[in-house]
């Protein structure tokens, strides 16, 4: 049967002769030997009801796999993500400034659907598990390797002594490992790298060079009720004029980047009385350098504890930003207890009890306490579980001088800048 559906075939391609040149003579000639193998196939692998041999391989070749695609797609944008990192370093070493390219909106929300509150407490209960003694060895060192750790500086240098992840994260240092600057009035709180520094002006706080965030929606209204959402926002002026209080003053920024291997706790960078605490719950995304540099408002649509008060020029301020799997933030003269408690008062991050969008306060200056908690300069203040951000806001005199480089590494105890 199939030897008679190919000769029908070719007399049809015959039948054409009316027009045909010997050209597509030619041509008929060469495609009638090319079909002399279908000839001699069994027209049963063509027909439906006979077993699928023959077509099963191609069918299979047509079918969509989501893993292989998602892989491949995650990959390639990962990929496509580190060459214009590499590009943008190669730039930067011919001295050329590149201009920051921001995510767009629809990247912000992609990047906030992703439950990272959730992961972090998952993060955070995993950090809490005790290890084997014979485990804590290997784990650790991965994790010295991995993050250049300094366990020399460490109080305690022998690994098993950490029961856990969480009391390796927040290791003690040996008291002369971090002397303080007794010569200058700021100190670095922690260990870290420095983002940027400077004035802030026109109420906006650049978290990197060239990408900036709302004062106001970072530290909130002057206004402090516990449990509100945000209010409208004032005028720009007014708002800065609320935080400088002395006339001949400016405002100061300073923004500290931990990376996971640095010392996780920080200290009170100067002499000042913190009469508040207001806690935003958020997002917890990433706050390396490269995600400051893609986000606007990072810093804004993270979680984090803003501690404000006075020190001898005025306004001081002192923010601790969390980060993926940095949802615990612990202030040590705070009411922070390890279990969540039903109290407002309570300082509790990263708790599901706790929605988006609001924030509460508490207030340190009581009928018995009218000025607040005294802090000595690097006195211990709180810690984070993970590398994370400090973000410093202060009013100071126009003749106040940072002695610091954007990107330098410092240290806890450093100078951060004096009159």
Avoid at 4 to 9: E, I, Q, T
Avoid at 179 to 197: E, Y
Avoid at 317 to 345: E, H, K
Avoid at 385 to 390: D, E, P, Q
């Amino acid at each position: 049967m199939a030897t008679s559906v190919v000769h029908r075939f070719l007399r049809l391609l015959h039948g054409v002769a009316p027009w045909r040149s010997s050209f597509h003579h030619r041509e008929i000639t060469a495609l009638s030997q090319s079909l002399q193998p279908l000839w001699k196939l069994p027209f049963r692998a063509f027909r439906t009801d006979a077993r699928k041999i023959h077509t099963a391989p191609a069918r299979t070749t047509f079918l969509l796999r989501p893993l292989p695609i998602l892989l491949a797609t995650g990959g390639g944008y990962a990929g496509y993500r580190q060459y214009e990192k590499y590009r943008e370093r190669e730039l930067e070493k011919l001295g050329l400034e590149i201009p920051p390219k921001l995510a767009g909106h629809w990247e912000v929300a992609l990047y906030k659907s992703v439950p990272t509150r959730l992961l972090s407490r998952a993060w955070g209960r995993l950090n809490q598990v005790e290890l084997p003694h014979w485990l804590r060895r290997p784990v650790y060192s991965l994790y010295i390797w991995t993050f250049g750790v300094n366990m020399k500086e460490a109080a305690v240098e022998d690994l098993h002594h950490y029961r856990n992840l969480s009391e390796f994260f927040r290791r003690k240092l040996k008291p002369q490992a971090r002397p303080v600057c007794g010569l200058h009035s700021v100190i670095s709180p922690s260990d870290g790298r420095i983002l940027n520094f400077g004035q802030v002006k026109n109420c906006e706080v650049e978290q990197v060079k060239g990408v900036t965030y709302s004062l106001e929606s970072f530290l909130g209204p002057r206004t402090y009720t516990e449990d509100l959402p945000f209010p409208p926002a004032a005028s720009c002026d007014s708002f800065k004029n609320q935080l400088v209080t002395r006339e001949g003053n400016e405002l100061y920024h300073c923004v500290i980047y931990l990376a996971p291997g640095d010392y996780h706790c920080f200290h009170s960078p100067t002499d000042w009385t913190v009469s508040h605490r207001r806690h935003f719950p958020g997002s917890l995304m990433s706050v390396n350098p490269g995600m400051a540099r893609w986000i606007k408002e990072l810093f804004c649509h993270n979680e984090r504890v803003v501690l404000t008060g006075d020190w001898k020029h005025g306004f001081f301020s002192l923010t601790a930003v969390g980060a993926t799997n940095v949802g615990s933030i612990r202030i040590y003269f705070d009411q922070a207890p390890l279990t969540p408690s039903l109290s407002p008062q309570d300082l509790h991050t990263n708790s599901p009890r706790h929605s988006k969008g609001s924030y509460n306060d508490f207030s340190f200056v009581t009928h018995t306490n009218r000025e607040g908690v005294p802090m000595r300069k690097g006195e211990h203040l709180g810690e984070f579980n993970l590398g994370s951000t400090i973000v410093l806001i202060f009013e100071a005199p126009k003749d106040f001088n940072f002695q610091l480089k954007t990107g330098q590494k410092i240290r806890f105890g450093e100078a951060l800048g004096s009159l």
